[in-house]
RNA sequence: GCUGCAUUCGUCUAGUGGUCCAGGACAUCAGAUUCUCAGUCUGAGGAUCGAGGGUUCGAAUCCCUCAUGCAGUACCA
């Protein structure tokens, strides 16, 4: 049987990287198999509905390479995909929960309950509705059925619940964990269906899981705790339950705890795939995408966060991964997020990653800042740097040189080359290269050594500080393929503006 | 508190009773590439496998106890 898996995000604001390698691991399953991947779409809770967080999620996944077969805004034939869509269907079920024995209406208010929480609390214990306490609350177990009748004839607010049978053992088989067992006792009995006319998420989720003949329930590992309540909802059903796969937690990369996006904040790096502006307060999160990461390196290094192929092998494309994903082989424990190998990866698929396309971003930037360059330029400029990239955002500052003109000199630089005579040297060069004709970096390059050889000068003395007239600074690529790009004349007027600007500043 | 899950180099991890006094990757350090920086290449250091007990001829690998961490404990998902 070929599975169908599902993600199923509520669209409560941006996607956190944990749901995306939730939903990868989702992904490269189903395609491993043959399967079907479906996007649900979770917004019972009609209180945290964001605008604009469903686009999102999708805008996302297509960025990523993630493809749904099934789902919101691709449709399919188990539709709705979105639970608010699908509201109507949920009442049978809970009812049909009722009528065999495994619910029960209640209608205590949530200030009644709050108030028992609070009664509770004064004698340090804990208040849970479950089947210790619900014989003294107000539900269809303790009332009488005419005062039930009599209370839903009224329209009183009431929600379902689900009635847990005590001391029974409920077995969870994880496919990452194996054979988790859990007694009833300690369970309580979850609203099922609330007051509001929506189910929860247990409710729902069960239903739906059954209706859209998902086989596998691949997600993060905070629904462990009700996994047992999932599997007994689907006992007193009498369907049949998907098989489970609870995935490791991603942590933060200092100390301990669940990756939240203050981290990203603090540590920076995004913890969203894309960039989101909330819609209320304003506030920005970075995303990777504006970070100049690359789809193909988010997803390489997330798949390695709690996965491995078992062997040495690291760098994977997507087909690969497709290929080699195995759930068996999911760490168990949490894997803390590692900013600094995030980067290698980048930078390592930027190796592979077009000039063409890289160009055209770079031209982007310059046009922004109202510079100019032809994309000939630009693309020879783009070869050149290419290797001392790790964000496409570096692009400009491992390239500025190319398209302005240094403004200022690095003082240190300065302290270190400039030397008496340095201001001479460099003034012959720029005669000698201005009558060097034909030019070109192999001309040039042989005068400037003729120079240094001439006048038994070392390399140091001359390159440094020349470099320093055209870059600003003591970096960048070999310093004749910068004259070349630069050309004769863009090269001798940095030299002179250098030498002006230098020997003031020295005096 | 209760319940559950987890625990191998700084980090991600390999490892499923002997070939492991533990392998790889990122990071770190050193050397090379001598105009710089970055990159690249080569090499090095780095884990008494959370602790303590067992089982076994033999344990990172099986069992037990403890410790620590994390998650859950809502009419949120």
Redesign the pocket.
Known sequence: MKPRVRF???P?GPLHIGGVRTALYNYLFAKQNGGTMILRI????Q??FVEGAEEYIIEAFQWLGVKFDEGVGIGGNYGPYKQSERKPMYKQYADQLIANGWAYYAF???EA?EQKRKEYEAEKK?F??DWRTRESMTNSLTLSAEEVAQRLANGD???IRFKHTPDTEILVNDII??E????SN?L?D??LY???G?????L??IVDDHLMEITHVIRG??????APLHVMLYKAFGWEAPRFAHL??L?K?D????LSKRDGDRLGFPVFPLQWKDPKSGEISSGYRESGYLPEAVINMLA?????P???Q?VMSMDELIQLFSL??I????????L??A??FN??YLQAYPNEKLAESLKLTLQGKGLDADMDKIIRVVALIK??LYFINDLWSQSYYFFERPTEYNEQ?IKKRWKEGTAEHLMHIAEILTSTVPFDKTAAHDKVMDYIRGNEL???QI??S??LTL?GD????????IIDILGVEETVIRLKNGIDAISKCAN
């Open positions: 199923a995000p509520s409560t979770e917004d019972t809770d209180t945290r205590d208010t949530p309950l804990n849970q509705y607010a009431y929600v964990r194996g988790v067992r859990i007694n300690i309580d979850k609203v609330k007051s509001d929506m189910p929860t998420y247990h729902a989720n590992e905070e629904w462990l705790p009700s490791p937690l942590l990369p100390g301990n705890g669940k390695l966060l709690g996965w491995n078992g062997n040495d690291e068996e082989k760490s168990k424990a949490g894997a803390k997020f590692d600094e190998k980067k290698w930078h390592h290797e001392r630089v070392n390399m140091g390159m440094n020349f470099r870059v003591a970096k960048g690529p070999d310093l004749f393929e």
